[in-house]
């Protein structure tokens, strides 16, 4: 996808835009751009600062200046309003999305809270939603998509506190997820584990402090912390659980 995007903005010197990326998309994405196509301009843009699902765009040098314009008007944000007890959730909204059978990469970032959610996505599917969309399940709604971003992403966590006997991926995966490590080590090696949005084999990985790591079926979690080692030799961590 990144070559093909590289080929068509050098051959016709124009932008080029892709659908919503994952992070681990992302991170594919931008390692090969920086190792084989080091002199191409590119930019990642979901709609506002922290956004995980973002648009990858391609361009020639001297469209720096207005590609974040071009952004907008492919990335449009959609705003739902409703009844502060309603109290509608992100798999409530998701579950509308794709029963309409939009594709998921569509979509990007859907940011929930009382009363108000606002969801962006490219404009051909924006447009769709806003002159169909009347329901989320049995909730009734209002959509604009006139309205800015303003919502405050809020990001919570379970924290769990102990000990392993080495910062190895399969001892990480067990203090997690409560597993055993034989269960966590088999999790791995079945490519069920992501670090840093990438999927990986060995058991044996070291991680540091600040990586993240999703269990497929099991959630997402942040390496948040190593504190000093027991006097059996154990290295206190703390994990951090997306909630």
Do not use: W
Request: glycine fraction near 8%.
């Amino acid at each position: 996808m990144v070559c093909d995007m590289v080929r068509i903005c050098q051959r016709d010197c124009t932008s080029v835009f892709s659908d919503f990326l994952d992070e681990g998309q992302c991170s594919v994405a931008e390692k090969i751009l920086k190792s084989e196509f080091p002199d191409v301009m590119y930019s990642f843009q979901g709609g506002f600062p922290k956004a995980s699902r973002k648009m990858l765009a391609v361009f020639p040098d001297y469209c720096e200046d207005y590609i974040s314009e071009d952004f907008v008007e492919r990335c449009r944000c959609v705003t739902f309003t409703y009844r502060k007890s309603d109290n509608l959730t992100h798999r409530d909204f998701l579950g509308t999305l794709m029963g309409m059978r939009l594709r998921r990469e569509t979509v990007g970032d859907i940011v929930v809270s009382e009363g108000k959610t606002q969801i962006f996505m490219t404009a051909t599917v924006a447009g769709l939603v806003i002159s169909t969309v009347g329901k989320i399940g049995r909730v009734g709604v209002k959509v604009t998509g006139d309205e800015p971003f303003s919502l405050e992403v809020k990001q919570e966590f379970k924290t769990i506190n102990g000990t392993v006997s080495s910062l190895r991926l399969d001892s990480i995966v067990s203090l997690a997820t409560g597993l055993s490590r034989e269960k966590s080590s088999a999790l791995v090696k079945s490519e069920r584990v992501d670090v840093n949005h990438m999927t990986q084999k060995s058991v044996s990985h070291i991680l540091s402090a600040g990586d993240t790591v999703s269990v497929r079926g099991y959630g997402r979690f942040l390496l948040a912390d190593t504190d000093g080692v027991t006097k059996k030799g154990r290295i206190r961590v703390t994990v951090k659980k997306f909630i």
